[in-house]
C-alpha cells in the first residue's frame, strides 16, 4: 500500500469512530479529540495529494484522441481545400499578442481575454480571435491587398457550456480578403466559400442569413431609436435566434428604455426575412427610404443577391432583418449560417451557427499611425460546433475512422525472427510502404493479426524459418483472411498492385 | 501633421536647445527649468504613444508570411509523412496546463516557463515542451501503449538569439513510442526516423550522435566522480560540442571541484567516439567493466548498433562519449542529430543539433497516483533551425516557392464583364477547379496577366464580348504565353487535360 492508501484507510476508520460517538452522544471532549486526529489524518492526506495532485487538463479545455484527431484532420483538409480553391494563402501569428493589440476591440467581452503574468518584460494576453491579429498583421506590413485563411486555436474566459461545443480554447478558422475592391464582389465569393465548405461537408440543409450593417441602423433610426442606442438594441435583435419576439420587446421597453411604440415598429421589421421581393418591396417602403442609411443597406443587399444568383448560391440565401451579429467592428454586409433540420444533430448537441463573418472596413485604421484604412471582409467557420456534429454522425452510423494510414504490417508466427522482420520492414520502408510490426522480439501470431484488424490494415506479410529458406514469404489479405505465398523479390510489386486494388475498391 | 509628428519636432527643438545651455554652462536654474519643459513634451508624446503604440509582436514570437508558410507547410508535410509511414497517430493537448503539471520537470529551466495571471481560479502555465503533456495524457488516460506524434508551438521566456534561429515560440515535432517492449526496438525505429527525416529533407549529410544515460553514469562513477555530481558534470559534458575539451575541463575543476586527475579520466572517455569498434574495445576496458551501469550501457548501445545495421541507418550513427544531453528525464539510449559540413549552411545561420531525444521510462509515473510507469522512448526534430536552413537554401537556389495553388485565372480585356466573370468562375469551381478573378468590376488585362506571372499561375481565361457570343474563351498558357481559342462546352476538358501535362512536365 502506498502512504496515501494507508491515510485513506485511517481516515475511514477514524471517520466511522467520530460518527459512532457523536451518535452515542458521547462526552464532547472525547468526541473533540477524535474530530481533530480526523482532521490531521485529513491534512496529511493533502500534503500527499500535493504530489500526486488530480490529473486533468485547465477548466474548458481538453486533450484531443487519435480518433478525434483523425475526424478534425479530415475535416480541416476538406475546409482548406475549399479556401485554396479560392487561392488562398495562408499565414501564422503568434499565441499571444501585446496586451495593447487587443485593448479596445471586443467591448464588453474585453474582460474574457486571458492576460499572461507580469514576468518582467511586455504585457502579454493571450489572442482572443484571429481578426484582430490578421489587422495588426495587415497595419504593421503595410499590406493592402491579401486572400488569406488561418486556422488557429484562441482563447476566451468564458464559462464554456461544453455540452453546446463551447470551449476555452477552441479552434477558429478564417478566410478573409482584404483590399479596395467593388462593392460586394469579395462579399460574394465569401458566401460562396461558405456555401462550399457547408456542401463538402455534407451538412444540408442550411440557411445563410445575410443583413446590413447600414440597413440595421436605417432601421433603428426611422423606427425612433436614438442613435447611442443602435448598439445595445442590435444586440437585443441578436438574440431572436435564441429568444421569441416577445421576451426580447420585454428586454427593449424594460430594460433599453424603449417605448413600447418603438419597440413594435421594430419588431415589425425583424421578423421579415426572405429574397429579392424583400428587397423591392422594403425599397418602396416609405419610411424606411427616409433613411439613406436604409437605402445604401438595401442597394447593397440587392446586388449581393445579383451576386449570388451568378454564383449559384441564391437557393441557400436569406435575407433576414434580425440577423445583427455581436461585433462592434463590422461596418457593411454581415452574415450567418444556420444547419436546419433535425437529421444533423441525431446527438443531443444543439447546434446554431456554424459559421458567420461580414465586411468590417476600419479594423486595421486602428493600428495604423496615420489611420490609414484596408477595407476587409471575411468568415469564420465554427468547427468546433461542425466538429460536434460530425463526430455524433459518426456515432450513429458506426462508422469506423482509421487512426492510422499503415499499409502493411509485418509479421511472424514463430520465435526469435525479429532481426528478419526488421531487415523486411527496412526493405518495404525503402520501397515507401506504410509498415508496422510487433515491437517484442517474439510476439504471438494472433496478437499480431488483432492488431491488424483492429487498425483496418489491409495486408499482412507473415514471415517463418521455412519462408525464409525458400525465398519467398505469406502475404495475407486482413478483410477476408486470404493467404497466398509471393517470392520476396515480387513483393513490392505485389503489394502496390493489390492497395491500388484496395483503393479503388474504396474498402481502405 | 499628426500631434505625434508635432510632438516629435517640439521634442527635437527641446532637445538641442538643453544640449546648447549645458555646452554653454548656462546657469543651473535656467537649464532645470527647460529639462522640465522636455520632460513635459516627452510625457505627452507617451500620452499619445499609447493610443497608437508600436506595433510589433512580443519579444522573441514572430508572424509569419505566406511565403514562410509555404515553406513550412511543405517542410512539416514531409515530416508527417514520415511519422505516418511507421503507423504513427496524432494527438493534441492545450496550449496551457495546470502550473504543477509542469513543476519539477525541466530542473533549473523551470524558470523560463511562462505563467498566466491569476484571474481567478486554476493557476496555469504555458507548455513548455510536449513530453511532459504527453506523459500526463498517458496517464491521466491510463494508456500503456501508443505510437503518437504531436506538432505544436511551445513557450520558453529564453533570451532568444534569434540570429541562431530561436525564439519564444516555437514549433515542436514530436514523435514517441510508449509501451513495455523488448529493448533497443523501438529506440531503433526512432533513429530510422530521424534517418529517413533528414534524407527526405535533403539534409545529407549528418551524424546521429548516440550515448547511454547508464553508460555516462558508470564512467564518471570509474572516474571517482560522486554520484551527487553526475548531473552537474554530464551538463558540462553537454557543452563539449560547442566548447573545446580544455575548457570543460576548466569548468569541471574550478566550477564543479573535481580533481584535475579525475577531470583527466573523464577527458579521456569524452573525446571518444566511433562505432561497434569501440564498444567492443570499452567492453574490454578493465576500468570501466568494474561498473555494472557501464557494462549494462554498452551491451545495449552493442544491440542497438546492430539493429542500426538491420535498418540501414548504421552509415549516419556513431557513438560519441560526448552526447549528454540536458534533460533530467532520460533514463536510456540518448541521440542528437547534427548537420555536418557547410554545404548545409550557405546562409549565415549556424545550424547545431536538428532533431534529438532518447528513452525516459519514469516520466509517466511521475503522474500516477500508483506510480505505475510506461517506458517512452521519442525523438523531437528541430523544425525551427530546419526551417532556417531550408529558408536559407532557397534562397540561395533563386527557386520560387507558390503560395497559392491557384491553377486558372479567369480574365477579361473588356470593362463591364464582371458578371460572365463570375458565371465562368462559378463553372469552373463547379467542376473542382482552383480558380481567382479580379476582385475590380473592370480590371486592366494588363494587371490581370501581371498577377498570373506572380503567383505562378498556370492557364488564364479570357472572356470578351465576341467570345461570349460566340461561346469560346480564349485560353492562355501563362508561362509561354501561347493562346488558343476553345468552345465553351470543351473548357473544362481541356484545362483538365493542361493541367495533368503541366503536372508531368514538373513545371508547377
Not at 16 to 28: D, F, G, I, T
Not at 122 to 134: G, H, K, M
Not at 238 to 244: N, Q, Y
Request: charged share 30%.
Amino acid at each position: 500500500m502506498t502512504t496515501k492508501e494507508i491515510l485513506e484507510e485511517q481516515i475511514k476508520i477514524q471517520g466511522e469512530l467520530v460518527r459512532k460517538l457523536k451518535a452515542a452522544k458521547e462526552n464532547k471532549d472525547r468526541v473533540q479529540e477524535e474530530v481533530a486526529k480526523l482532521l490531521e489524518l485529513k491534512s496529511q492526506i493533502n500534503e500527499t495529494g500535493n504530489q500526486k495532485f488530480t490529473l486533468k487538463t485547465p477548466k474548458g479545455t481538453r486533450d484531443f484522441s487519435p480518433h478525434q484527431m483523425a475526424v478534425r484532420s479530415s475535416v480541416l483538409n476538406k475546409i482548406i481545400s475549399v479556401f485554396k480553391k479560392h487561392g488562398a494563402e495562408t499565414i501564422d501569428t503568434p499565441v499571444f499578442e501585446l496586451k495593447e493589440v487587443l485593448t479596445g476591440k471586443y467591448g464588453e467581452d474585453s474582460k474574457l481575454i486571458y492576460d499572461l503574468k507580469d514576468q518582467g518584460g511586455e504585457i502579454l494576453s493571450l489572442r482572443y480571435d484571429l481578426t484582430v491579429p490578421f489587422a495588426r498583421y495587415l497595419a504593421m506590413n503595410k499590406i493592402s491587398n491579401i486572400k488569406r485563411y488561418h486556422i488557429a486555436k484562441v482563447y476566451r474566459r468564458d464559462n464554456p457550456s461544453i455540452a453546446r461545443g463551447r470551449y476555452r480554447e477552441f479552434y477558429q478558422c478564417d478566410f478573409d480578403i482584404a483590399g479596395l475592391y467593388d462593392p460586394m464582389i469579395p462579399d460574394a465569393e465569401c458566401i460562396r466559400i461558405v456555401y462550399e465548405i457547408l456542401n463538402t461537408l455534407d451538412l444540408k440543409p442550411f440557411v445563410i442569413k445575410i443583413n446590413h450593417r447600414s440597413l440595421l441602423d436605417g432601421m433603428l433610426e426611422t423606427c425612433g431609436v436614438p442613435a447611442d442606442k443602435f448598439r445595445s438594441i442590435c444586440s437585443a435583435i441578436d438574440k431572436l435566434d435564441k429568444s421569441p419576439w416577445q421576451d426580447v420587446k420585454k428586454e427593449m421597453i424594460e430594460e433599453k428604455d424603449l417605448t413600447e411604440e418603438i419597440a413594435d415598429k421594430i419588431g415589425q421589421y425583424v421578423q421579415l426575412n426572405g429574397g429579392r421581393q424583400l428587397v423591392d418591396e422594403l425599397l418602396q417602403n416609405q419610411n424606411l427610404i427616409k433613411s439613406k442609411s436604409a437605402v445604401e443597406g438595401l442597394e447593397s443587399v440587392k446586388l449581393l443577391l445579383d451576386y449570388c444568383e451568378l454564383f449559384g448560391t441564391l437557393d441557400a440565401v436569406s435575407f433576414d432583418l434580425s440577423l445583427a451579429r455581436g461585433l462592434d467592428y463590422y461596418t457593411g454586409i454581415i452574415y450567418e449560417a444556420v444547419l436546419m433540420g433535425k437529421d444533423t444533430s441525431d446527438s443531443d448537441i444543439s447546434v446554431g451557427s456554424v459559421a458567420g463573418g461580414g465586411r468590417y472596413d476600419n479594423l486595421v485604421g486602428m493600428f495604423d499611425s496615420k489611420n490609414k484604412n484596408v477595407p476587409c471582409v471575411g468568415v469564420s467557420i465554427g468547427v468546433e460546433r461542425i466538429f460536434a456534429v460530425l463526430e455524433g454522425k459518426l456515432v450513429a452510423s458506426n462508422k469506423k475512422i482509421r487512426t492510422t494510414e499503415v499499409e502493411v504490417f509485418v509479421a511472424t508466427a514463430q520465435k526469435n525472427l525479429v532481426n528478419e522482420r526488421m531487415k523486411l520492414c527496412k526493405e518495404l520502408w525503402d520501397n515507401n510502404f506504410k509498415v508496422e510490426y510487433s515491437y517484442k522480439k517474439s510476439p504471438k501470431l494472433l496478437v499480431q493479426l488483432q492488431h491488424c484488424e483492429e487498425y483496418d490494415i489491409p495486408l499482412a506479410v507473415i514471415l517463418g524459418e521455412s519462408e525464409i529458406q525458400r525465398g519467398v514469404v505469406k502475404l495475407r489479405e486482413v478483410s477476408t483472411r486470404a493467404e497466398v505465398e509471393i517470392s520476396r523479390s515480387e513483393l513490392a510489386d505485389e503489394i502496390r498492385k493489390r492497395l491500388q486494388g484496395i483503393q479503388l475498391n474504396g474498402t481502405s
